[in-house]
């Protein structure tokens, strides 16, 4: 059972993807790709709740700096203070 038949946003058609989302807390971020409805006129994403639910897990266990079940993938980086051009700045 779909828990959209239409977008709610725009009322478009729904196709269901994966898709890549990216979850952030405590200043770490986990990728990871998720099933979803997207919306095919206005690429709103719609997620199951028990989907919805795992993502407060996760952000909860990121802001707990508990990291089982996650493993490391690359690292990242913000810029520092000084970089030359002062529109860019560093995200904390
Ligand atoms: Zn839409």
């Not at 959209?4 to 990728?31: A, D, I, W, Y």
């Not at 095919?40 to 700096?65: P, Q």
């Not at 970089?83 to 904390?92: D, L, S, V």
Request: charged share 30%.
């Amino acid at each position: 059972m779909k828990p959209f038949e239409k977008c709610p946003v725009c009322s478009g058609e729904l196709e269901n993807k994966q898709v890549e989302k990216l979850l952030r807390g405590g200043g770490n971020t986990v990728s990871l790709k998720v099933a979803a409805e997207v919306c095919l006129h206005c690429g709103e994403r719609l997620y199951a709740e028990d989907v919805v639910k795992s993502f407060e897990e996760i952000r909860g266990k990121l802001r707990k700096k508990e990291f089982s079940h996650f493993r490391t993938l690359g690292q990242s980086f913000t810029v520092e203070e000084n970089w030359p051009n002062k529109a860019i700045q560093p995200t904390a």
